[in-house]
Every structure is written in C-alpha cells, then in structure tokens.
C-alpha cells in the first residue's frame, strides 16, 4: 500500500493511498483526533480506492484556522479536492466529521457522488452523559489545567473511554492529539454542535439526492445509539448497527466498518 504525503495542500495536511485512477474516498476524522484515526481501516479501502486522509484545521499537521464553523471548514476541503482535481468523491465522516461531509455534500453536490457517517450524532439531544475522564479532561474547570499536563496513558484512556471494546491506540495518533490546542478543541465542539442545533443531520440528508451509509456502533458511549434511528426519515439510507461496538468503529471492528465502505463506496457511485 505506497502512499504519498502531500503537505499543506490550502493549509490542510492530506494524505494519500492506492491507485490515483482509482475511484476516489476521502477521510474525515472527529473532533479532537486526527487523520491517523483512520488507520485500521485504510489498508482494506486502498487496494481498491483512492484514499484522501485529512488532517482538518488545527488537527494532526494542519494549521489552525480563523473559523471552525462547519460550513467554513467543508470549504476549505472543497478547496483541496479541487486543488487535487478529484470528483465524485465518496466523503466518509467519522462523529462530527460527518458533519463537514454533510456540509461539503450541501455547498458542493458536483463534488460528492456517496456520504458515508460513522457514529456521527443527527442532533444536539441526541449526545449520551460523557465518561467522567473525558469530562475532567475536556470541560471546565478541570480541562484547562489538565490539558497541558496529559500524560499517553490518559490520553489513551480518554479515547478508549467511549469505546465497548478494547482497542489499541497507535503512538502516532496519542502525539497528535496531545498537539490540538485547548480553545482550539472547545471551539470545534462548540461550532459542531451550532450545526446539529440549526438543522439535524437526517434533516440535511433528507434534502440531499445522495446515497446514504450510517454505520453506528450499538454500544456507542457517545451517541445514544437508539438515535440512529432517526436516519430512517432519510430515503437515500441505509443504516448498519455494530453489535457490542462503541464510537470508534475503526478501532473496534476495522475489518466490519472496511467492507461495509468497500461495498458501499461500489454501489453509491
């Protein structure tokens, strides 16, 4: 699987795997994570696809933005799938980067042909009681204070904390996580749910002539996993709950949520 690093393409950083004829997935990580957060998943979807990893604004080795509103952030993606000449693309969106996938696919319908939406919440209410650690460390009073002091193992357990499954956490996604600035990471979240609040995910689906794949863990730790159901208005979807899998379904059932989008990136084209 050769890949080649294509740095600061509009000030995001983009990765790239498999064939550049292929047809081409783009990658969208969540907030708070980074491009490498795909990484089970990327060896069964490249053989077969152009893979696009992205690093998002202030995430991973992208540079911070003016503005984290969602609508701003699918614009800069826009600009680097032009840029890379790239369309129809199949937009995968993991959590709130299926919101940035929505928001491509609504300003740009010319440039995504699929949308897939990992374990991302449709609205605001829909959000579970979070994990008390997850807490401490990113909400106040506790979050600023341990933001800059966190060690691999708390960053570790942070993430796992969502999940129902154990997973294994690559070095390389600790370091780039521990990289993503305090007010950067409160303000993503912020403008994230300013996004859901205004109008929910299925709504903006609903409005979307565009094949639909949500994948959502059954034990997600996040989301009430009931609210996938909420999908069902939308009838360009199809939904595929994950027995016993948390809100990180790369990590949990990478073989799973690969062929799920191997299949789907082939019949939404």
Not at 44 to 63: C, N
Request: charged letters at 20%; a neutral charge.
């Amino acid at each position: 699987m050769g890949h080649e690093v294509v740095k600061h393409v509009h000030g995001m950083h983009v990765v790239q795997y498999g064939p550049r004829q292929a047809p081409p997935l783009v990658l969208i990580h969540g907030s708070g994570s980074s491009g490498n957060s795909w990484s089970p998943v990327v060896p069964a979807l490249a053989d077969r696809y152009h893979v696009i990893r992205v690093d998002l604004p202030g995430h991973g080795q992208s540079s911070p933005a003016p503005s984290y509103d969602v609508p701003e952030q699918a614009g800069r993606l826009a600009a680097v799938l032009d840029e890379l000449a790239l369309r129809p693309v199949t937009a995968v969106g993991h959590s709130s980067g299926g919101y940035v996938a929505t928001a491509l696919t609504e300003q740009r319908p010319d440039l995504v042909g699929s949308l897939a939406l990992i374990s991302s919440g449709p609205s605001p209410d829909a959000l579970l009681p979070q994990p008390a650690l997850l807490r401490a460390l990113t909400a106040p009073p506790l979050g600023p204070l341990l933001w800059p002091i966190r060690s691999d193992t708390m960053l570790r357990k942070g993430m796992s904390s969502v999940c129902n499954r154990p997973v294994d956490i690559p070095d390389e996604l600790v370091a780039e996580v521990r990289g993503i600035d305090y007010r950067t990471f409160r303000t993503v979240l912020r403008r994230n749910t300013a996004y859901i609040a205004e109008r929910s995910v299925p709504e903006r689906l609903a409005a979307l002539d565009v094949p639909v794949l949500v994948i959502f863990g059954a034990a997600d730790r996040r989301w009430d996993p009931s609210s996938v159901h909420r999908y069902d208005t939308v009838a360009t979807a199809r939904i595929e709950q994950l027995p016993d899998v948390g809100h990180l379904p790369m990590f949990e059932a990478p073989e799973t949520t690969g062929e799920l989008l191997r299949a789907f990136a082939v019949a939404g084209r």
